[in-house]
Nanobody, 121 residues
Framework: QVQLVESGGGLMQAGGSLRLSCVAS????????MGWYRQAPGKQRELVAA???????NYADSVKGRFTISGDNAKNTVYLQMNSLKAEDTGVYYC???????????????WGQGTQVTVSS
């Protein structure tokens, strides 16, 4: 069994900062990529940022320069530092991990349950 647990969401005023954390645990052989998606009310889930095991990362255009993703491979943990928050950053933020549970297993994507981020203007 693999579990992803997020923490760090909450309510913040526009211009403020929040830091999200996500830990993957369980029968994990190797994590290849971890990332954050978000879903605003009435909208589709969208990629916010992702980081690969080699440290390379990509971001949605809407968060470039404001958000920073980082990871700790040894702890199967990913962080999302969110600065200069805007009202449009409001949504449920989901952590995901593309990982293998064994040497010969295929890669699967696992999801956390989500953490609410609300930015008041």
């Amino acid at each position: 069994q693999v579990q992803l647990v997020e923490s760090g969401g909450g309510l913040m005023q526009a211009g403020g900062s929040l830091r999200l954390s996500c830990v993957a645990s369980g029968s994990i052989f190797r994590v290849n990529t971890m990332g954050w998606y978000r879903q605003a009310p009435g909208k589709q889930r969208e990629l916010v940022a992702a980081i690969r095991s080699d440290g390379s990362a990509n971001y949605a255009d809407s968060v470039k320069g404001r958000f920073t993703i980082s990871g700790d491979n040894a702890k199967n943990t990913v962080y999302l530092q969110m600065n200069s928050l805007k009202a449009e950053d409001t949504g449920v933020y989901y952590c995901c991990a593309d990982l293998k549970v064994g040497l010969w297993s295929r890669e699967y994507r696992y999801w956390g349950q989500g953490t609410q981020v609300t930015v008041s203007s």
